[in-house]
């Protein structure tokens, strides 16, 4: 098990660009969950996602950032129109079907930067 | 609002000797409480967390509600224990993925 894959590891945008982050999660783990780490920050919780479904968005900004589990292949976190402050490491975890104390695996994230 | 503190952005101590890595929250209620450790090219995982009361690789942390802190311990401390450890919260129940995190202490154990 390769564990929670992210890809890309680096991406870099120019303003007004569009960023697609991939989070890929462990085998038989069917809950995401996106992280938003800022510069001198820690991890916040952005979205939390099952196949197909959008459990808790309550982390998320309320404009131009947007996430889905398709049925099929890896959860997206989109950013549209980035702005610098949208520079940040995004991280994902994956959790098999929640219960009490259930724990959530990490992936290595992925670094933004909008130059 | 909700925030963790850790103090110590570095944390420097000799093989052996004693640890405590500090964290503070706020959060108006009886938030659930985690420490989480990255050791070098490895990803974040979870130490330890106070509901389970437990002790691993024989780190231990004691929730004080008095005094809103969580801070982690190690009797003697081993190189091996070398990383980054983040304190975090979330809500209590069921939400225990809301996690906040705090900055970080860089923990180096010297030889």
Redesign the interface.
Known sequence: NA??MQNPRHLVRRRGQEARLRCSPMKGHS?V?W?R?LP??????MV?LQKENII?E??MPKERFSAEFPKEGPSILRIQQVVRGDSAAY?C?S?AP?Q?????????GTRLTVV | AQR?TQPEKLLSVFKGAPVELKCNYSYSGSPELFWYVQYSRQ????LL?H??RESIKGFTADLNKGETSFHLKKPFAQEEDSAMY?C?LSPPG???????????TLLTVNP
């Open positions: 564990g929670v809950h969950y992280y780490q001198e920050e820690g991890l916040k919780f939390y808790d309550s982390g991280f975890a959790s929640r009490l104390n259930t724990e959530a695996f990490f992936g290595q | 963790v990803r974040l995982q979870l967390r509901i389970s983040y975090a069921g939400s225990n993925y809301k996690l906040t995190f705090g900055k970080g």
